[in-house]
């Protein structure tokens, strides 16, 4: 048997190492929100991605090699026999961003191939299990648009702008390929399909950043949840009720592309039915804090690092996560105009 759950010389001059620096900087940060949401499926509402709304020039590439490290516990209010669990996931990933424009507005979609490992323990009726996982997480994809504050904008046209208040959409859709079993309780994949649709507001006060974003999960049905055992013979479904989140960022450019941020979050809901019996005791009222830095390496390279930890965790995963990114980014060539 095993377990089955987790623990400026000139103005001219500066403006133009603005636009040549400062882009790549801030698409780091939209990555790395694909990046950690590839992991595992109990740990999409922790996320705490601090300038996600950034906009950029048009035609922007950024290529990102992330890893994404969660070690913590699993509170399962005694809704299966088990306890002490304890869960270290550990996530690769790479992901690629290209900005564009829709209607004159600013947007940006965001693809994540993420590939992890997972090592869980706990006691299952008075005896110590351990169990281990290894494969492909789900694959997210992010659509982004800005409806408020950023035109889409040609490299010449950026480099003069300065960010006031944005306001944002996005929708994140999770793609069910990820490594999963049906006859075991824990996998990397979660086989039903997610859904993100995500509101962003962003205002800058001088070196100050402050962003404020809330959004909902929202999921498919499971058709094979934990079936076909010598526990559960049948086959059964699960669903789950969506899930809101308020996400909260305070962040500071200590120069250009070099920044630091205070994230934390709040999510409540998720319950899941099984079979038609719905289990109040899933109910998630969970809460997150961290703080993240972005650190520029060259020209087009920088780096990102990441720190949270669970504020509140009612029930699932309370892990603690670090993260660390790097990226290279560049601008694709603009449509020639016919003379």
């Not at 190492?17 to 400062?22: H, I, K, V």
């Not at 300038?51 to 516990?73: F, I, K, M, Q, S």
């Not at 006060?205 to 076909?228: L, M, R």
Request: charged residues 15%.
């Amino acid at each position: 048997m095993e377990i089955r759950s987790s623990r400026r010389r000139g103005r001219r001059k500066g403006v133009a190492w603005r636009g040549a620096f400062l882009a790549p900087a801030l698409v780091l940060g939209v990555l790395m929100l694909g990046a950690t949401m590839g992991f595992a499926p109990t740990a999409r509402a922790q996320d705490l991605t601090p300038r996600a709304y950034v906009v950029t020039p048009l035609r922007t590439n950024v290529v990102l090699v992330t890893d994404v490290y969660n070690d913590g516990d699993l509170n399962f209010e005694g809704t299966v026999p088990i306890e002490d669990a304890t869960g270290r996931i550990n996530g690769v990933a790479a992901a690629y961003y290209r900005s564009l424009g829709i209607l004159g507005r600013s947007a940006n979609v965001n693809v994540v191939l993420p590939y992890g490992t997972g090592t869980f323990d706990g006691i299952v009726l008075g005896s110590p299990y351990t169990t281990h996982r290894a494969g492909l997480f789900d694959i997210p994809i992010r659509f982004a648009v800005n409806l408020v504050g950023g035109p889409a904008m040609e490299p010449g046209e950026w480099i003069k702008w300065q960010q006031r208040t944005l306001l944002g959409a996005s929708l994140k859709i999770v793609i069910p390929v990820g490594q999963y079993d049906p006859t075991k309780l824990i996998n990397l994949g979660s086989n039903r399909w997610s859904f993100k649709p995500e509101l962003g507001l962003s205002h800058r006060y001088g070196q100050w950043i402050v962003d404020a974003y809330g959004a909902g999960w929202f999921f498919t049905k499971n058709p094979e949840f934990f079936s076909h055992n010598a526990y559960f013979a049948e086959t059964r479904a699960q669903t789950q009720d969506p899930i809101g989140i308020v996400e909260l960022h305070l962040s500071y450019d200590v120069r250009p592309r070099l920044w630091v941020s205070l994230d934390g979050n709040f999510w409540y809901g998720g319950a899941t039915t099984v079979s038609g019996v719905e289990n109040l005791s899933t109910l998630q009222r969970n809460s997150r804090v961290g703080v993240t830095a972005s650190v520029p390496l060259t020209r087009s390279q920088s780096v990102k690092l990441g720190f949270a930890d669970g504020a509140y965790a009612r029930f699932g995963g309370d892990y603690t996560i670090l993260s660390v990114a790097w990226q290279y980014s560049w601008l694709g060539k603009g449509r020639t105009t016919p003379p």
